[in-house]
């Protein structure tokens, strides 16, 4: 990212308001830049010593780009795995942005590196950490956390 105005389109992520908090009546949700951060700071703290943590945290930052284009697609808006990865690699290919941030986004969509699988956890992590936060508004939003309990184990993360 070079130009300005590709600095400005990508930090318009922080506009881009959770779909699936919004869906279930969160009251003034979190945007999906908020939650990059979340995983970022989250996988800073507990990223696997073999895992290259650089490379979890840049994943972190760009996993959720393309969202700034087709907006936080969820499993409740009928699109398809396919066709979800579709659009947000249109997307992604549609920006200015570097070469490392198409690998770091096709690696995380493709899940082919340790450290994918681990961002893949991180973000369903931050997903179900965020939930309990809500909840302590009360709210159930126990669906949120199902999957990321069930990842947990597999990186020793007591919840």
Do not use: N
Not at 97 to 102: A, G, L, M, P, W
Not at 118 to 128: G, S, T, Y
């Amino acid at each position: 990212m070079s130009s300005k105005e590709a600095l400005i389109e990508a930090l318009s992520l922080k506009d881009v308001i959770r779909a699936g908090w919004l869906r279930s009546g969160v009251e003034f949700p979190e945007s999906v830049a908020s939650h990059s951060w979340g995983m970022a700071f989250i996988g800073s703290q507990i990223c696997p010593a073999e895992l290259d943590k650089l490379r979890v945290l840049e994943m972190c930052i760009v996993h959720d780009l393309a969202e700034v284009k087709v907006g936080d697609i969820t499993p409740h808006d009928g699109i398809s795995v396919e066709e979800k990865h579709a659009l947000e690699s249109e997307a992604i290919d549609s920006m200015e942005v570097t070469e490392k941030t198409r690998q770091l986004f096709e690696e995380y969509e493709t899940q082919s590196t340790p450290e994918s699988k681990f961002v893949r956890f991180l973000d369903k992590l931050d997903m179900a950490l965020q939930a309990e936060i809500y909840e302590e508004k009360g709210m159930d939003l126990s669906e949120f956390k199902k999957t990321a309990i069930s990842l947990a184990e597999q990186y020793g993360f007591e919840w």
